[in-house]
């Protein structure tokens, strides 16, 4: 049904006069459709490229159309996606102007390149943000508490499929150089189902996902919780449904100009718990000091 101009106004007041446009779209996260989820998620997730992309873009990105994305603008009380994105710009302009100030008057660094950055150039400051976006949200005792559970499992099952399975394996190499039994599950196989049904209160499942959980993962996280694994999820989507169903989550932003997904961050994320297992555990530390990868 076509929205009037009264309703909108009222549907845009929580907006304007209480919530930034993320917290707006959290909100009501319940409410959207799975297609509108996508979209949402790629927003509250990526404002600064939402900020300055077309609906056309967005929608590519968020893996919907540019229709859906104009429908999700119309749920949210805007006209269109033009009045969705200005809220978007005044927030990240809001965010940009926050972080200023918080350097006190120490003056902005240097940029990595000039303003005719080529592609490459292009494509390696946004890795440079994301892994710093991440170290802004990640939460310490989250990270603490999720390498504390790995170090003492007694077994470790990874989840991770299609663009992000190679991540998965490569975390399932280093937890194997660290002395911990640890399985990789990347597709519905009866290799991976085997594995999934060695899950009991002593092990940990770790989902690792980009953009919309993959239905391996969420089912996975699931069947963990039914079997009172620790659970924990890995994700670029602060709203994903892994988020919501695992015990600690990690979140590792993928924005990039590419297009393919930044996954540079989740590497250094993946790194960083194990170097946090390493630190924890001196018996550990002492046994593979001899061959330690440089």
Request: without cysteine; aromatic residues 6%.
């Amino acid at each position: 049904m076509k929205r009037t101009a009264s309703s909108s106004t009222t549907a845009l007041a929580p907006i304007v006069d209480h919530q930034t446009l993320t917290e707006y779209i959290q909100s009501r996260f319940d409410e959207f459709s799975r297609s509108q989820k996508d979209v949402a998620q790629y927003i509250v997730d990526h404002l600064d490229e939402v900020a300055f992309q077309t609906a056309e873009e967005l929608a590519r990105r968020a893996n919907t159309s540019s229709s859906t994305v104009v429908r999700f603008s119309q749920a949210l009380g805007f006209h269109g996606f033009p009045d969705l994105q200005d809220a978007a710009r005044d927030e990240y302009r809001r965010r940009v102007e926050a972080r200023v100030g918080v350097a006190g008057g120490t003056g902005e660094a240097e940029p990595l390149f000039g303003l005719d950055q080529s592609p490459g150039e292009a494509s390696i400051a946004a890795d440079h943000l994301a892994v710093e976006e991440t170290a802004r949200r990640v939460s310490r005792s989250v990270l603490d508490a999720a390498v504390e559970e790995i170090g003492k499992a007694d077994r470790v099952i990874i989840v991770a499929a299609d663009q992000v399975a190679y991540f998965g394996t490569y975390f399932r190499h280093l937890l194997m150089l660290l002395g911990i039994p640890t399985d990789i599950v990347a597709s519905h196989a009866q290799e991976g189902r085997a594995r999934l049904a060695r899950l009991d209160e002593n092990a940990v499942l770790i989902g690792i996902t980009a953009g919309r959980a993959h239905p391996l993962v969420v089912r996975s996280l699931q069947l963990a919780r039914h079997r009172r694994a620790t659970t924990i999820a890995i994700t670029d989507a602060t709203l994903s449904e892994a988020a919501k169903l695992a015990q600690h989550s990690l979140f590792y932003s993928s924005n990039s100009p590419s297009f393919v997904r930044s996954h540079v961050a989740l590497l250094s994320l993946l790194q960083a718990m194990a170097q946090g297992i390493y630190a924890n555990d001196g018996a550990r530390a002492d046994r593979i000091r001899a061959y330690r990868l440089k």
